[in-house]
């Protein structure tokens, strides 16, 4: 996804949630970073800003060497849960995930 996808994202969130402090909440970032964002004026790292949108609203499908194609939302959740040796998925999961290239976790720019 480009970053004027993931602009048009962006924007297509705030409308559709009805103001920027509800797309805030859910992406983690403040409402003065993410206005400044879509006024072309932000001076934080739009790479990572822009990849969290795309994690949070995109609906890109990826393919998950345990769970197969999946969309890229499911994907952060996933490998966010939290990791527990009792349970073999979550254990599959978490050594999946170390070595995955849509891992932006450890992927930082």
Known sequence: MTERDRLTLLREAVESHGSQSKVCRKLGYSTAAISQALSGSYKGSMNRLLARVEEVFGTRAVSCPVLGEIVLPR????RRTPFSTSNP????LYRACMDCQFNTDLNND
Not at 75 to 78: F, L, M, S, Y
Not at 89 to 92: A, H, K
């Open 75 to 78: 994907c952060v959740a996933e």
């Open 89 to 92: 998925l979550r254990v599959r």
